[in-house]
């Protein structure tokens, strides 16, 4: 008989609802992160390496941390928007001082780019 036969034949439905809690518990750190970008290598890591203290902790980690390139990228947008925001006022202020644009012009376009 193998160990699959011995299981299903063996397996009680108390058996069965104390199962209910342990799978919750092993996988909480999936269900935790399940709406994360990398939800699937999470799964897999929960999945093969979850029965280790280790493994569970390190996938317990990748759920709940912040979602640190998403946070990067949208950082380094700001950045970027915050740099062409002075770059147009640099160059607001060299057609002021060419004579190009009044001061009043210059005031007004760089609230503008400010607001």
């Known amino acids: 008989m193998s160990t699959a036969e011995f299981l ?17 518990f092993y996988f909480l750190p999936y269900l935790i992160g399940r709406k ?3 939800f699937k290598t999470l799964f ?5 390496a979850g029965w280790s203290i ?10 709940l941390r912040s ?3 998403t946070s990067a990228i949208s950082s380094g947008a700001n950045a970027t928007s915050k740099a ?4 147009e006022i640099i160059k607001l202020h060299n057609l ?7 001061q009043t012009e210059f005031e ?3 609230n503008n780019l400010l607001s």
């Open 8 to 24: 299903l034949k063996n397996l009680t439905f108390v058996d069965f609802l104390w199962l209910l809690p342990v799978l919750f």
């Open 36 to 38: 994360k970008p990398d």
């Open 44 to 48: 897999v890591i929960n999945l093969l």
């Open 54 to 63: 280790i493994g569970w902790v390190f996938s317990l980690y990748l759920a």
């Open 67 to 69: 979602d640190s390139i």
């Open 84 to 87: 062409s925001v002075a770059d």
């Open 96 to 102: 002021c001082d060419q004579g190009v644009l009044t």
């Open 108 to 110: 007004r376009q760089k």
